[in-house]
């Protein structure tokens, strides 16, 4: 019988047992096979895979698959719809006590529902998905308790997951407003907020790495369906709540590197320059045997901006051992071959793992997007009968799942909120007012910048 590619590392839901149904079917119409494995079908016989029946249940890195890639080709709530149809037309062409044999189905039909309301909750934010899972799950739980207890859960842990969403993205706008009035204040009164800095609140490079896990890994209600870019044809329905979640792994990178910047060019002395510069070294190098990775490259680019690349005598008196080698583990050359590298052992590492610690992997999330807008770009949706190419979906369903897999792990290390509310509001200097910092230290050496310096302080 044909199976569908398992991947490693799959995400796990709650419900049902799901080694329970997963017992032979009938291959549908318009589904076409390679070496076992579905390769292609109509958006029609796909949708009918996915709906359970008395003898069958779909496989779950199947389900997986089909959900996150199925919004390229029809709306959630429009799916939604499908499902309770043929769930219903189902059970009349079998049995005219339809209900009956509905409910004798329950089980994986209620299983089917856990698995989409926990792993893509973002889409009942939809009126019409709630209203059509509402009208499945009441006739599924109508006469019995066990069924209606079932759906009481179903229901109860979508509504956390909802809430949860909302209250991070309301966190994020908190964030984003406490930061721009202290950077307000900044501009008015720079010398009063240059008094404070990262080290005089914590000077331990590795609770610093900790603490900038505990905010990679907090962010957590991440959509995954938003990583694929819409079609020319607009058949995607795009989200604005979703894509600012996506914005915000983007604009926390760029806010610690412009952060790393700001707290090296900020002191007036050059031994204090150079002490900070040697602190987010050993900050880096925390991040890397964590398996941060994210904040290491962002710690990297803030310190290989240019404001502080040409601080040349501030450089020279720092180790650059330890620096040079984590260039090289994120060298760009060869396609990151380096850090991908890297990645790898340390998803090993996490599968094999005996503690929390040793379970995060923390990707360098823009590495990603590109990787999977490349394999979403680079490989046609359709082919030319019109099936939907399903051999590109069970590759960006892979790397979808391993992301969502690694953002499941709990942080083991304590929270510091000191610390976490200055990594998350600290001011940070503009790229000017990075330059115009630079320059204080260390003056401009050539007729470029003492042109560029000359504008920056008449503004």
Not at 304 to 326: E, G, H, Q
Not at 380 to 408: C, D, P, Y
Not at 443 to 451: F, I
């Amino acid at each position: 019988m044909p199976q569908t590619p398992p991947f490693t590392g799959q995400l796990n839901t709650g419900g049902y047992n799901k080694n329970l149904y997963q017992t032979k079917e009938e291959n549908y119409p318009g589904l076409y096979y390679h070496d076992n494995n579905l390769v292609s079908g109509s958006l029609e016989a796909l949708i009918h895979h996915l709906v359970p029946t008395v003898d069958y249940y779909p496989d779950r890195t199947y389900i997986f698959t089909f959900l996150l890639s199925s919004r390229l080709f029809i709306h959630p709530y429009e799916l939604m719809s499908r499902v309770c149809h043929l769930c219903m037309e189902q059970q009349r062409l079998s049995d005219p006590q339809a209900d009956k044999v509905l409910r004798k189905n329950a089980p994986k039909i209620l299983q089917l529902l856990t698995e989409w309301t926990e792993t893509f909750p973002y889409d009942f934010r939809d009126e019409r998905m709630m209203r059509s899972l509402k009208e499945l799950t009441h006739r599924l739980a109508s006469g019995d308790e066990v069924y209606r207890k079932a759906v009481g859960q179903m229901s109860q842990g979508l509504i956390r997951r909802l809430t949860v969403l909302s209250q991070y993205e309301e966190a994020l706008v908190k964030i984003n407003a406490t930061a721009a009035e202290r950077l307000s204040a900044l501009k008015a009164k720079p010398q009063a907020a240059a008094q404070r800095d990262l080290l005089s609140i914590c000077n331990d490079p590795f609770t610093v790495a900790q603490q900038l896990t505990h905010i990679e890994l907090v962010r957590k209600p991440f959509h995954p369906s938003v990583i694929l870019t819409p079609p020319q044809d607009g058949s995607c329905f795009s989200d604005h709540k979703k894509a600012s979640n996506l914005e915000a792994y983007v604009e926390w990178f760029n806010r610690l590197s412009y952060l790393v910047a700001t707290e090296i060019c900020m002191p007036v002395k050059k031994k204090q320059r150079a002490r900070v510069m040697e602190f987010f070294i050993d900050v880096a190098r925390e991040c890397f045997n964590i398996g941060n990775f994210n904040s290491l490259m962002a710690i990297i680019s803030g310190m290989n901006m240019s404001p502080v690349s040409r601080l040349k005598k501030t450089w020279s008196k720092v180790k650059t051992a330890k620096f040079d080698i984590l260039e090289h583990q994120m060298d760009p050359s060869s396609n990151f071959y380096n850090y991908r590298t890297s990645l790898r052992g340390a998803t090993q590492r996490s599968i094999t793992a005996n503690s929390s610690r040793e379970k995060i992997v923390i990707p360098f999330f823009s590495l990603l997007i590109k990787d999977i807008y490349f394999l979403n770009e680079g490989c046609v949706n359709r082919r030319q009968n019109g099936h939907i190419n399903f051999e590109k979906f069970w590759e960006l369903a892979k790397q979808v799942s391993e992301f969502m897999t690694w953002k499941k792990v709990e942080c083991p290390f304590e929270k510091d909120r000191k610390i976490l509310q200055y990594l998350l509001t600290a001011p940070v200097f503009s790229e000017d007012a990075l330059y115009l910092a630079s320059y204080e230290s260390e003056g401009p050496e050539n007729h470029m910048e003492k042109d560029r310096w000359k504008s920056l302080r008449c503004v």
